[in-house]
Structures are given as structure tokens and as C-alpha cells.
């Protein structure tokens, strides 16, 4: 694939990652996509011969790569689990100070378009349980190397993208980034009983 191509084709998937992020799956239109991302008209299908439908699973997959890695980054970043749970969230929060304001949607968990499709389209719902258990191993794998057991690693890191998930639900209603401070609080209560 030539160079200009495959720019057209990442620019597509930057814009209907956003798009799909901040609206949802059935309120973004291909139209859309095309006109915010200025692409030809035939580009998408081109690019994504299956239609929107491929084009929201490719969009999950790119995400579900930079979540995975913006998380490694910042479970990774302290030794000390107390501290690097507390840095993982106050990461998340950072990107609601002034939501609306970016257009990088791209590390923010999307519950929205897992919500929105997950009775009416099977491909889409399988490709979001997938992101979903790939982020769990990430909070799992963390737990595991602070030595909590693998039971104890496998209900937390289940719980925790949980609170993550439903905090960021509540910042994206309230235009704020305090549910995710909330939930901040209370990590180490809950790391701390279980171990």
C-alpha cells in the first residue's frame, strides 16, 4: 500500500475512533467519517471493504493497542501497586480536565460503543469482549507480579476495569473527571483488603 493511501486510511480510522468514542457506533455516519477525515468518497470501502462494520473493529483494535500500552505504561511507572494503580487512574481523569476540548479520545475506555452494540451486532460485541479481556490481563499480570494469588488477581483486575468503565460513563455524563478521582480513593481500600 502506497504511503498516501495508508495515510488515508489511518486518518479514517483517527476520525471514526473519535467519532465512535465521543457519539457512539449508530449515531456516527459514514458521510461522517469521510467529510471530518477530508477523504474520498470510494476511500472507505476501498480501506474497509466490509463497510462501517469493519471499520468500527479495526477502530476498537488501534484503541484496544494504545489503551493496552498507555496502561503498561502507567502500571509500570512506580513499583510500589498502591502507587501505580492511583498513577493509572489520575492518567484516565487527566483526559476529562477539559473534555470536549480534545480530540484525543484514543486512551479513554469506550463503553459507549460496547453499550450501544452488543444485542444487535455479534461482531462488534465480540471484538469489545475481547478489548475488555485484554485489559484485564494487563491489571491481572500487575496484580500478579505484587503477589496477590491468581484468584485474588483475576476478581480485581474484573472489578477494577468495572470502576474504571462505569466511572468513565459518569465523567462523559457529567463532564467531569471527578468519578474517576472517586474511584481512585477507594483502589487502595480495596487492593488493601484483599491481599
Known sequence: MSQTKQQTKQRILQTAMRLFHTQGYHATGVSQ?????????????????????QLAIEAIE??????ATAMKSDLDF????????????????????????????????????????ALVNENIRKSCEKTYATLEAIYEQRLLAAGYTSEEALILSSTFNILVEGAVALCVTSKSNAPLLNVKKVIPLLLKRAK
Do not use: M, N, R
Not at 471530518?36 to 462494520?53: A, D
Not at 493509572?88 to 480534545?102: C, N, P, V
Open 33 to 53: 467519517i469521510l467529510k471530518e477525515s477530508v477523504s474520498p468518497k470510494g476511500s472507505l470501502y476501498y480501506h474497509f471493504p466490509g463497510g462501517k462494520e
Open 62 to 67: 488501534q484503541s484496544t493497542v494504545i489503551i
Open 78 to 117: 512506580y513499583d510500589d501497586i498502591y502507587t501505580a494503580f492511583s498513577h493509572h487512574l489520575t492518567s484516565i481523569a487527566t483526559k476529562f480536565e477539559d473534555f470536549g476540548k480534545t480530540d484525543d479520545f484514543s486512551t479513554i475506555p469506550f463503553g459507549l460503543i460496547a453499550s450501544e452494540t
